[in-house]
């Protein structure tokens, strides 16, 4: 039996999938430090194995990034088979009360399915930083190629495609999803980020919970129909699911085999065949293996995602080969439950300073007031604030981080800031655990964990981190007679790469 709006559940066993392949693939991800939020794998539409890492939680939602373009291409395949668009609709002919000044030229010979194929024709994207007319801003970018002759993935075309849907059911991109496809399928609290105009953001910026991205891909596997509804036309899902333009390859990434394996509308195909992928930033992934009518969902913060994919191609796929599971199982099957009890975000500190130095340090930053020099810094983590669409008053408006006072309480600690004009208190944990708190910021208000802990160098280190999303910020504070040094950096970061060196600020003690 199932529970009412889940998916149903049964044993990897029962699913066909060999256990010790799942192990061996969370091992990996646990050896390699890989930042996984939440893991899910489906066959024949059963939830085999789900897991998260700590302090993440499955039944939370989690920033999409890029999977909202496989919803906005869901949006645009409903209405096509009811016939209220087509693909080979100009895009112009939508807005016609912009003054274009390419209308009769390149720009007038886009159509939506360039904008589902990345083939708008831009040679580069438009910036989504002070831009109070988004709509107008893309439609006014230089066209450097003819429509349909040259890949370039660009966020903002997607947004195209959601903005199309208002104009043509009156409703925003998630207003229509809901009516018409969560809500038919049990799913409920997904909302999207939206742009100056007020229109959700199509090419990311939604949230969902890890289940119902599993959903989507069960839906995917099952040709558009739920519960004996259909609720994408299933010639829809064979368009959208295949090669669409020959040379979709995504050349900011070359040397990641799974981004060259092609484009379909809004999604991504993988190097095992007859596989796509919803794709968003960081390994928010919907991976459909319609070979083995199966997925793998996963919430992530990772930047280096190939190496995710790798790891299911190692693993997961192998285990899923016909037999492999015929085998007694049912020890490695209890493990694995055992397993979520241990998994968590790794934090690496070498020289963490022991209880009674740390009482110690904390005396020359308890209560004080640290004053900034001008800066244009957040509280809020820098990935964050640069992935956001912000209108012209918002940039005006950007001050930087004004001060910040740590002040120890029974409870912990308290993080006092004026940020950008914004005021507020965030709880820190002190003791190995962040707690929860709420981040008011220029770009939104944000659920975050604050944590903060002294090293054996006498700096005292700061994590905010998203609740619903990947993106952390690092203070590291080095107290001085009068000053103090405030180093800032943010995440994910390229692993690669090593840690960024961040800005460091120094701030007058009060």
């Known amino acids: 039996m199932r529970k009412e709006g889940y998916l149903e559940r049964c044993s990897l066993a029962q699913a066909g999938i060999r256990a010790e392949g799942v192990r061996q693939f ?21 939830v085999a194995y789900e897991c998260s890492w700590a302090p993440y939680r499955l039944d939370e939602e989690h920033l999409m990034h890029s999977f909202t373009k496989g919803l906005v291409a869901t949006a645009i395949g409903i209405l096509e088979g009811e016939g209220r668009l087509a693909l080979d609709d100009k895009v112009v002919s939508y807005y016609p009360e912009y003054d274009l000044k390419d209308r009769e030229g390149r720009l007038g010979n886009m159509t939506l ?36 002759t040259h ?18 059911t009156g409703c925003n991109l998630f207003q229509f999803l809901q009516l018409r496809l969560f809500d038919p399928m049990g799913i409920q609290g997904v909302y999207c980020d939206s742009c100056a105009s007020g229109k959700d953001q199509g090419g990311g910026g939604s949230r969902m919970k890890t289940e119902d991205m ?24 064979d368009q959208m699911t295949a090669v669409r333009f020959e040379e979709s390859i995504d050349a900011s990434n070359p040397d990641w085999e799974d981004w060259r394996c092609g484009y379909g509308f809004q999604v991504w195909m993988c190097q095992i065949p007859h ?25 992530c913060g990772e930047n280096y995602t190939q190496a995710v994919l790798r790891l299911m191609w190692q693993y997961l796929i192998p285990a899923m080969e016909e037999g492999t599971a015929k085998e007694d199982q049912s020890g490695v099957e209890a493990e694995l439950e055992e397993l979520k009890k241990r998994l968590y975000i790794h934090w690496p500190l070498d020289d ?19 004053v900034f020099p001008k800066n244009r810094e957040s509280m809020l983590p820098s990935g964050r604030v640069d992935n956001c669409f912000t209108s012209s008053w918002t940039e005006k408006n950007r001050t930087g981080i004004a001060r910040i006072t740590l002040s120890l309480t ?18 820190v944990g002190i003791k190995g655990e962040p707690r929860r708190g709420l981040l008011k910021s220029l770009w939104g208000d944000y659920k975050v964990w604050t944590g903060a802990r002294w090293n054996a160098q006498g700096e005292l280190e700061v994590q905010i981190r998203m609740v619903n999303g990947e993106y952390y910020q ?11 040094a405030v180093n800032i950096y943010g995440g994910p970061w390229d692993r690669r790469k090593g840690k960024p060196e961040g800005n460091t600020w120094l701030c007058r003690k009060k």
């Open 26 to 46: 969370l091992d990996e991800v646990e050896k390699a430090g890989y930042h996984l939020h939440s893991f899910m794998i489906t066959r024949h539409g059963k």
């Open 113 to 148: 399915r360039h904008l589902l194929t990345m083939t708008g024709g831009h040679g580069d994207v438009p910036d989504r930083h002070g831009c109070d007319d988004e709509i107008f801003t893309f439609l006014n970018h230089p066209m450097k190629y003819e429509p349909g």
């Open 151 to 168: 890949f370039m993935y660009d966020s903002l075309g997607t947004h195209m495609l959601a903005s199309i849907v208002k104009r043509v």
């Open 214 to 237: 599993a959903k989507i891909t069960v839906l995917f596997l099952n040709g558009g129909m739920w519960e004996g509804q259909q609720l994408v036309p299933k010639d829809w899902i």
């Open 275 to 299: 596989t796509f992928r919803f794709d968003g930033m960081y390994g928010q992934f919907g991976v459909v293996l319609k070979d083995y009518d199966a997925s793998i969902v996963t919430t």
């Open 352 to 370: 963490e300073a022991g209880p009674e130095n740390a009482e110690k340090l904390w005396k020359k930053l308890d209560g004080k007031e640290l």
């Open 410 to 427: 029974d409870e912990g600690c308290e993080l006092e800031y004026e940020d950008n004009k914004n005021h507020g208190v965030l709880p």
């Open 474 to 484: 690092v203070f590291t504070l080095t107290p001085q007679e009068d000053t103090v």
